[in-house]
């Protein structure tokens, strides 16, 4: 018996020691796995690129998108008070009363105007940047008398003649997958906004070094006592390591990775450049785009910087990193809520707010519903058709392949948001009032929500326009059709303005037909030449039945002159003028010759047919083609090339376009004298001819214009301009069958002239200027019947013309017929 105990002794003892023996084999095998895992893990991490943690170390990490900005807004006495109120509204400027407090906060503004609008506003402007400008900041007072500036002072009471304010923010433009961000260093950020981030998802950033042990160890206990899931228990760096580094899959060695590379971002970052690339690299949802960082959050959600951001708005942004859609305040507002006040709960609990910011904090909604100041102003439907040819336009910037969306370059382009939004409302307005009056359509602002019902690009009258500024060539509106965002997801890409958009200009080209014909030393008539205005035809070409151009009217007027033409529009003597030249040598008349040539030095690239329909507008050319064109009287004769894009800057503030020493091309193209001749012409156009409806509607400025109208009422058109500004419009179907469809047969006194006039009128800053009168230039008074000097008392007033002449090429001689 005793010797049976002994021997299962000795069994059960050597069962016990060969089982110690695998304990220790497998404990040491695990440590071994766990060595060669963590020491794999250690290898992998340490090959990682932590110059990837550096802003300008990877541009791929750090992608920022494109910005577009308008120009900067010159505010100068003479322009109208109702302007300076939209921008400074449109700006986000705060209104506080009628007197601006000294020490007030800059972005503040104060209005003491009476029923007159005259009276004072006072503003605290902001300091910003733009290129190659240095603008004053502080206190201005502006003076106002009948709604127009008529004085600006600074805070000590000394004039100024000008003042600016900031450009507008008009679109961002990122990558395909639509990333958007914007870096901004972490003393730019509030303390209520990083500490938000700390109560809620590390509150021992400052004391740990990458990983929280007493976080990692409680949430172990649990798993392995109470077999829960692992709980969320990395710390800000880590996080900041999974992100940029490793990716979500859930992986041990995944965890183990990041564990390691926190220690080593640790050690080679500060808490403070660590907490700074976090907050910039953080997803925090989709709102129309993705968004990255709390700048561009900021930005997306609540129309503000960062630095701006009320306490309940800071929590609400460190709500979304844990699920970015899950809590949502737009898309899941009631889970955003409850994770909101969690994070305000947690704030209070760290000291990051008080019990009476709690309070009001938790009441708060989740976004303000002010227009001025949401997330949703930045997306204002503006300007799409400009904003489409400008990104157009970056493409073709091979240097900026790479960088386009994603280097953070801010492109500032040459619109006036103000005179932009005045140029859409006006045809807006304008078009509807047409289809009320002659469209036999259903209205088009019900109809354009209906999928069944009309095309609302196709069936409905359709318009574009453009505006710019003859000196400079900057383009300050640009209107490419009716509507760019119609409903919903319709977009109306076709841009009406420029491009393939092609279409007769009927009589808005006669000024360059008679520009091509007073120019030159040996000019095929000046001024006071008279044209017989009485039925005529000729034959184009042997063979071929003969042309007859008729006028309008349907009656004859004799003997006229060119302001006579150009003021009624006359098409007879306009063909006659070019057509009775002699034929050149390549089998063409020599006025048609001069008109094609001289279109060409104008900058009109579409294809003219040398046909004798050609001298009243047959050819096809875009209105972008024909205003430009009308600049160059506005200019006295000098061309401008049309101007988008004004600046393109980098990330680190550098200009990269245009190039330092850069000057804008400006080539002289006409006499000086004969764009006068043309601009003084075309004054009686607007108080004594098809132009004089936009004195009517309240035009006070001096300004010279055409209209045009082609065969049907198919293309209605009226080009003008003032000293300061150039503006093209045009009205038409996009198909030139409709308007048999809808009787619609309207000349572009009706159809475009309204929209010109109403832009000019509301659009228009800066003093009423007349057009100077260049030095050789010398007027005579002439009898339009026979182009002779006046016989004062013999020749009929009705028959006497004041006209411009080139110095040398005056009439000599005194009236022939009435002696």
């Given at each position: 018996?005793?010797?049976?105990?002994?021997?299962?002794?000795?069994?059960?003892?050597?069962?016990?020691?060969?089982?110690?023996?695998?304990?220790?084999?497998?404990?040491?095998?695990?440590?071994?796995?766990?060595c060669?895992?963590m020491?794999?893990?250690?290898?992998?991490?340490?090959?990682?690129?932590?110059?990837?943690?550096?802003?300008?170390?990877?541009?791929?990490?750090?992608?920022?998108?494109?910005?577009?900005?308008?120009?900067?807004?010159?505010?100068?006495?003479?322009?109208?008070?109702?302007?300076?109120?939209?921008?400074?509204q449109?700006?986000?400027?705060?209104?506080?009363?009628?007197?601006i407090?000294?020490?007030?906060?800059?972005?503040?503004?104060a209005?003491?105007?009476?029923?007159?609008?005259?009276?004072?506003?006072?503003?605290?402007?902001?300091?910003?940047?733009?290129?190659?400008?240095?603008?004053?900041?502080?206190?201005?007072?502006?003076s106002?008398?009948?709604?127009k500036?008529?004085?600006?002072?600074?805070?000590?009471?000394?004039?100024?003649?000008?003042?600016?304010?900031?450009?507008?923010?008009?679109?961002?433009?990122?990558?395909?997958?639509?990333?958007?961000?914007?870096?901004?260093?972490?003393?730019?950020?509030?303390?209520?906004?990083?500490?938000?981030?700390?109560?809620?998802?590390?509150?021992?950033?400052?004391?740990?070094?990458?990983?929280?042990?007493?976080?990692?160890?409680?949430?172990?206990?649990?798993?392995?006592?109470?077999?829960?899931?692992?709980?969320?228990?990395?710390?800000?760096?880590?996080?900041?390591?999974?992100?940029?580094?490793?990716?979500?899959?859930?992986?041990?060695?995944?965890?183990?990775?990041?564990?390691?590379?926190?220690?080593?971002?640790?050690?080679?970052?500060?808490?403070?450049?660590?907490?700074?690339?976090?907050?910039?690299?953080?997803?925090?949802?989709?709102?129309?785009?993705?968004?990255?960082?709390?700048?561009?959050?900021?930005?997306?959600?609540?129309g503000?910087?960062v630095s701006?951001?009320?306490?309940?708005?800071?929590?609400?942004?460190?709500?979304?990193?844990?699920?970015?859609?899950?809590?949502?305040?737009?898309?899941?507002?009631?889970?955003?809520?409850?994770?909101?006040?969690?994070?305000?709960?947690?704030?209070?609990?760290?000291?990051?707010?008080?019990?009476?910011?709690?309070?009001?904090?938790?009441?708060?909604?989740?976004?303000?519903?002010?227009?001025?100041?949401?997330?949703?102003?930045?997306?204002?439907k503006?300007?799409?058709?400009?904003?489409?040819?400008?990104?157009?336009?970056?493409?073709?910037?091979?240097?900026?392949?790479?960088?386009?969306?994603?280097?953070?370059?801010?492109?500032y382009?040459?619109?006036?948001?103000?005179?932009?939004?005045?140029?859409?409302?006006?045809?807006?307005?304008?078009?509807?009032?047409m289809?009320?009056?002659?469209?036999?359509?259903?209205?088009?602002?019900?109809?354009?929500?209906n999928?069944?019902?009309?095309?609302?690009?196709?069936?409905?009258?359709?318009?574009?326009?453009?505006?710019f500024?003859?000196?400079?060539?900057?383009?300050?509106?640009m209107?490419?059709?009716?509507?760019?965002?119609?409903?919903?997801?319709?977009?109306?890409?076709?841009?009406?303005?420029?491009?393939?958009?092609?279409?007769?200009?009927?009589?808005?080209?006669?000024?360059?037909?008679?520009?091509?014909?007073?120019?030159?030393?040996?000019?095929?008539?000046?001024?006071?030449?008279?044209?017989?205005?009485?039925?005529?035809?000729?034959?184009?070409?042997?063979g071929?039945?003969?042309?007859?151009?008729r006028?309008?009217?349907?009656?004859?007027?004799?003997?006229?002159?060119?302001?006579?033409?150009?003021?009624?529009?006359?098409?007879?003597?306009?063909?006659?003028?070019?057509?009775e030249?002699?034929?050149?040598?390549?089998?063409i008349?020599?006025?048609?010759?001069?008109?094609?040539l001289?279109a060409?030095?104008?900058?009109?690239?579409?294809?003219?047919?040398?046909?004798?329909?050609?001298?009243?507008?047959?050819?096809?050319?875009?209105?972008?083609?024909?205003?430009?064109?009308?600049?160059?009287?506005?200019?006295?004769?000098?061309?401008?090339?049309?101007v988008?894009?004004q600046?393109?800057?980098?990330?680190?503030?550098?200009?990269?376009?245009?190039?330092?020493?850069?000057?804008?091309?400006?080539?002289r193209?006409?006499?000086?004298?004969?764009?006068?001749?043309?601009?003084?012409?075309?004054?009686?156009?607007?108080?004594?001819?098809?132009?004089?409806?936009?004195?009517?509607?309240?035009?006070t400025?001096?300004?010279?214009?055409?209209?045009?109208?082609?065969?049907?009422?198919?293309?209605?058109?009226?080009?003008?301009?003032?000293?300061?500004?150039?503006?093209?419009?045009?009205?038409?179907?996009?198909?030139?069958?409709?308007?048999?469809?809808?009787?619609?047969?309207?000349?572009?006194a009706?159809?475009?002239?309204?929209?010109?006039?109403?832009?000019?009128?509301?659009?228009?800053?800066?003093?009423?200027?007349?057009?100077?009168?260049?030095?050789?230039?010398?007027?005579?008074?002439?009898?339009?019947?026979?182009?002779?000097?006046r016989?004062?008392g013999?020749?009929?007033?009705?028959?006497?013309?004041?006209?411009?002449?080139?110095?040398?090429?005056?009439?000599?001689?005194?009236?022939?017929?009435?002696?």
């Amino acid at each position: 018996m005793r010797r049976f105990l002994n021997a299962i002794f000795q069994g059960v003892l050597a069962l016990f020691f060969s089982v110690c023996i695998l304990v220790f084999i497998a404990i040491f095998a695990g440590i071994g796995f766990g060595c060669g895992v963590m020491l794999a893990c250690w290898e992998d991490v340490s090959t990682l690129e932590l110059a990837k943690l550096e802003y300008k170390g990877d541009k791929e990490t750090w992608r920022q998108h494109l910005e577009v900005y308008s120009a900067v807004c010159e505010v100068q006495k003479a322009d109208n008070v109702d302007f300076l109120l939209d921008k400074l509204q449109r700006l986000e400027y705060e209104p506080v009363g009628e007197i601006i407090p000294r020490l007030s906060t800059p972005g503040e503004y104060a209005t003491a105007l009476n029923a007159e609008k005259s009276g004072t506003v006072h503003i605290h402007l902001r300091e910003f940047e733009y290129p190659r400008l240095t603008p004053e900041t502080g206190h201005v007072q502006v003076s106002v008398r009948a709604g127009k500036i008529v004085g600006i002072r600074n805070a000590e009471g000394s004039p100024r003649q000008r003042f600016y304010l900031e450009p507008e923010l008009i679109d961002e433009f990122s990558d395909e997958e639509g990333t958007t961000r914007r870096l901004i260093p972490l003393v730019e950020m509030p303390e209520r906004l990083y500490g938000a981030f700390i109560a809620v998802e590390d509150r021992r950033f400052y004391t740990h070094w990458g990983i929280d042990i007493v976080r990692l160890t409680g949430a172990v206990g649990k798993t392995v006592l109470m077999g829960q899931r692992l709980g969320a228990t990395s710390t800000l760096t880590q996080q900041l390591a999974r992100n940029v580094y490793l990716g979500r899959q859930r992986e041990y060695t995944r965890k183990i990775r990041e564990i390691l590379l926190s220690i080593r971002i640790e050690k080679s970052f500060s808490k403070d450049e660590i907490l700074e690339r976090y907050l910039n690299y953080v997803d925090l949802g989709r709102y129309r785009k993705t968004l990255h960082g709390v700048q561009q959050a900021a930005h997306g959600y609540f129309g503000k910087e960062v630095s701006e951001l009320s306490f309940h708005e800071c929590a609400m942004l460190a709500a979304l990193p844990k699920a970015p859609s899950g809590y949502s305040p737009i898309y899941n507002p009631g889970n955003a809520k409850r994770r909101r006040d969690l994070v305000l709960k947690l704030m209070l609990n760290e000291g990051y707010i008080t019990d009476t910011e709690y309070l009001a904090s938790i009441n708060a909604p989740l976004i303000e519903q002010n227009p001025l100041r949401s997330g949703t102003k930045k997306m204002r439907k503006e300007a799409g058709h400009f904003l489409a040819y400008v990104e157009k336009e970056l493409r073709k910037f091979s240097d900026l392949e790479d960088t386009l969306y994603s280097g953070g370059l801010k492109v500032y382009t040459t619109i006036d948001m103000s005179m932009q939004v005045v140029a859409e409302k006006a045809v807006a307005d304008h078009l509807r009032y047409m289809d009320g009056k002659w469209s036999r359509l259903p209205n088009y602002d019900v109809n354009k929500r209906n999928p069944y019902g009309p095309n609302p690009i196709k069936d409905y009258l359709q318009s574009a326009l453009i505006a710019f500024e003859p000196n400079t060539g900057h383009v300050k509106a640009m209107v490419g059709g009716r509507d760019y965002n119609i409903y919903g997801n319709q977009i109306n890409f076709y841009n009406r303005a420029l491009g393939d958009a092609k279409r007769q200009p009927g009589s808005a080209f006669k000024p360059i037909v008679f520009a091509s014909l007073l120019e030159g030393s040996t000019p095929v008539l000046t001024p006071g030449t008279p044209i017989i205005d009485e039925r005529w035809g000729i034959v184009p070409a042997p063979g071929q039945p003969a042309w007859y151009p008729r006028n309008y009217s349907e009656r004859f007027r004799g003997a006229v002159n060119l302001r006579d033409v150009l003021t009624s529009s006359i098409n007879v003597p306009t063909a006659r003028s070019v057509l009775e030249t002699p034929v050149g040598e390549n089998g063409i008349w020599e006025g048609i010759n001069r008109v094609v040539l001289l279109a060409k030095k104008m900058g009109i690239q579409s294809y003219l047919d040398p046909k004798p329909a050609l001298t009243l507008g047959s050819s096809g050319i875009t209105v972008l083609e024909l205003t430009s064109a009308y600049g160059i009287f506005a200019n006295g004769g000098i061309k401008t090339e049309p101007v988008h894009i004004q600046y393109i800057v980098d990330s680190d503030g550098n200009v990269i376009y245009p190039p330092k020493g850069y000057q804008p091309e400006r080539a002289r193209v006409l006499d000086e004298g004969v764009a006068y001749q043309i601009t003084s012409c075309l004054q009686s156009v607007m108080t004594r001819g098809t132009g004089r409806r936009a004195g009517n509607m309240g035009l006070t400025r001096p300004s010279a214009g055409k209209t045009g109208t082609t065969n049907d009422y198919v293309d209605s058109w009226f080009v003008g301009y003032t000293t300061d500004m150039v503006v093209g419009v045009w009205v038409g179907f996009d198909e030139p069958i409709k308007p048999h469809r809808h009787n619609y047969n309207q000349q572009g006194a009706w159809a475009a002239l309204p929209i010109w006039a109403r832009f000019m009128i509301d659009a228009s800053r800066g003093p009423e200027k007349e057009f100077p009168v260049p030095d050789n230039i010398v007027f005579r008074e002439v009898d339009k019947t026979t182009g002779g000097l006046r016989r004062v008392g013999k020749c009929p007033e009705e028959n006497i013309s004041n006209e411009p002449f080139i110095r040398g090429q005056e009439p000599q001689h005194l009236c022939p017929k009435h002696r």
